[in-house]
């Protein structure tokens, strides 16, 4: 493994959770180290036992505050800006927007009490604070860093979903980690849908911070993971007006994906 530094960003409800705890088990699985690593959300950064030296360091930036997307994400940036102006290679997933801020209303109504928008999402994309406006914010400063890394490695959530084996082995590459087949098939099932559902009712690898209701499968951080699922919750006439809004931004950036 090579000694690098990376930095993964994303915005909220893309399959961030995903693929964090698919990077943190390939570093795990390549440097033969325990579960309990898995926990560690913010920062990964792996030491060599011998030299005491980095072998590999990467950052999770996920825009947090979900009382405030747009707040939130206008600091994010700011920070990113001010602080990431560097060489440091990017790791990034974009997801149809449709289904995007779908499951944000299903996190904003859901996993709170009370909750932080009373609302369908139909309503909530006209919203200022967590709607459309900080979604387009985030995408096309996303599109600007994007296109001033010198590496990058860019997937969509659909991808992940449909060939996860690839995801999987194209991320261990761009990071340098050394892992073989059999390993990719392991990690692919330990983060699949289903396991990291499981991880969250057991209260495993950090999975339980949401304090889900396990009476409603609305209140999981492991919702549905379908592509396509904002289909029983939008009109035609939102997703119009989603699309149209996005789209200038998202057809440029969907051309930079793998």
């Not at 947090?64 to 102006?85: L, P, Q, S």
């Not at 992940?160 to 050394?178: G, K, M, Q, W, Y």
Request: negative net charge.
């Amino acid at each position: 493994m090579l000694i690098n530094q990376y930095m993964f960003m994303a915005f909220p409800k893309t399959g961030t959770t995903w693929v964090q705890y698919i990077i943190r088990k390939i570093l795990v699985t390549a440097l033969g180290l325990d579960n309990d690593m898995l926990k560690y959300i913010n920062s990964l950064n792996f030491i060599d036992n011998d030299t005491k030296e980095s072998i590999c360091k990467i950052d999770f930036w996920i825009t947090h505050g979900v009382t405030n997307i747009n707040k939130a994400t206008r600091h994010d940036m700011n920070f990113y800006k001010e602080f990431w102006n560097n060489d440091r290679d990017l790791i990034t997933i974009v997801r149809n927007p449709c289904d995007v801020l779908t499951s944000l209303n299903m996190h904003l109504r859901y996993r709170n009490d009370p909750p932080l928008f009373d609302g369908d999402v139909n309503e909530m994309v006209y919203d200022d604070k967590c709607g459309i406006d900080p979604y387009l914010f985030y995408h096309e400063n996303l599109y600007e860093f994007m296109q001033s890394r010198n590496k990058l490695l860019a997937m969509t959530y659909e991808q992940l979903s449909v060939n996860p084996h690839l995801i999987v082995r194209l991320i261990a590459d761009f990071i340098h980690a050394e892992i073989t087949d059999d390993e990719v098939d392991m990690i692919v099932e330990f983060c699949s849908f289903d396991s990291m559902k499981k991880f969250e009712i057991e209260k495993k690898y950090d999975l339980h911070k949401s304090g889900s209701d396990q009476k409603d499968n609305n209140s999981f951080k492991m919702r549905e993971g379908k592509i396509g699922g904002y289909k029983k919750h939008m009109t035609e006439e939102t997703k119009a007006y989603v699309i149209r809004m996005t789209d200038p931004i998202m057809s440029k950036i969907y051309r930079m994906v793998v």
